[in-house]
């Protein structure tokens, strides 16, 4: 540990060192004690007794708990329910081919990018099986149609980098840039945001399949390459949004808010207001 708090923590600068490292002690402590214990606890986010409002769950620890002890304890669950009987999936065939074929300039694969390789994997999703996405590696073997390449893991490999790439470069409706992206300025600009647009019953299908992209990459600890915007993790882990968070996504709005605000503050000052 530093003899010293980092320059970086201003908010720590006026505690006493031997302070905080007590309580890195009792917070490493609490953990220790707490997370072999996770499995008792409520998960789900259920009503309280009184059927009013939601009861105080696991949620609720989240930044107290060190992120070791809340790592090891999730392991533990995936590797509980993992599928080892089978080297691999089903086998699907994807064409790669008539992605090109079917694009317009510059837009979608297909309708709503359903001759995109995501889209081809979404629409057979619903011939596998729960225990299919339970499997430690490949969860399908891929056949490429008018390529010769067999897989034995490359394929698959190849076949999840590809959908992250659709989802990324317009061939897919289910990511949009960032507004700072779009307006150049402020954070996350090479980052992306769900699309509020795409709420069709074809879209809720994708972003469920992608939905199950993120388990499969959490279970077998192979990570997607999609640049989605900080915001967005904290939405899928439940967390509230924030003015900061809105900075991060679109400068402009922000700065407006911020202006709006001071502006409302001055009127309620009425005559009192500073010069």
Not at 9 to 13: A, D, F, I, T
Not at 15 to 20: K, S, V, W
Not at 61 to 65: A, C
């Given at each position: 540990l530093p003899s010293q708090v980092p320059m970086e923590?201003?908010?720590?600068?006026e505690?006493?060192?031997?302070?905080?490292r007590n309580r890195l002690l009792l917070l490493h402590h609490i953990s220790e004690l707490f997370c072999p214990c996770i499995p008792m606890f409520d998960l789900e986010g259920h009503l309280d007794e009184t059927g009013?409002?939601?009861s105080v769950g696991f949620d609720a620890?989240?930044?107290?708990?060190i992120s070791q002890g809340k790592e090891v304890a999730f392991r533990k669950v995936v590797q509980a329910t993992m599928v080892r009987d089978r080297q691999h999936g089903p086998v699907v065939e994807l064409n790669r081919i008539q992605v090109k074929r079917s694009r317009s300039k510059g837009g979608l694969a297909g309708p709503d990018g359903t001759k995109s390789v995501f889209g081809?994997?979404?629409?057979?999703?619903?011939?596998?099986?729960?225990?299919?996405l339970l499997l430690p590696h490949r969860v399908w073997k891929v056949k490429f149609v008018g390529e010769s390449v067999d897989d034995c893991g490359g394929g698959y490999s190849e076949s999840i980098a590809e959908m992250c790439e659709e989802l990324?470069?317009?061939?897919?409706?289910?990511?949009?840039?960032?507004?700072?992206?779009?307006?150049?300025?402020?954070?996350?600009?090479?980052?992306?945001?769900?699309?509020?647009?795409?709420?069709s019953s074809l879209h809720m299908n994708m972003f469920r399949f992608l939905g199950v992209m993120l388990g499969i990459a959490?279970?077998?600890g192979s990570p997607l390459s999609l640049n989605l915007a900080e915001p967005v993790w904290k939405q899928l882990a439940g967390m509230n949004l924030t003015i900061a968070d809105?900075?991060?996504a679109r400068k402009s709005l922000c700065y407006l808010y911020n202006n709006i605000s001071i502006r409302q503050w001055f009127s309620a000052c009425g005559p009192w207001a500073p010069e």
């Open positions: 923590y201003n908010h720590l600068q505690i006493p060192i031997i302070a905080l009013q409002g939601p620890l989240r930044g107290i708990l081809q994997m979404c629409a057979k999703m619903s011939s596998f099986s729960p225990d299919s990324q470069n317009g061939l897919t409706p289910l990511l949009i840039v960032t507004p700072n992206g779009r307006d150049e300025s402020g954070a996350n600009r090479d980052c992306f945001l769900l699309n509020p647009a795409a709420k959490i279970r077998t809105l900075s991060e």
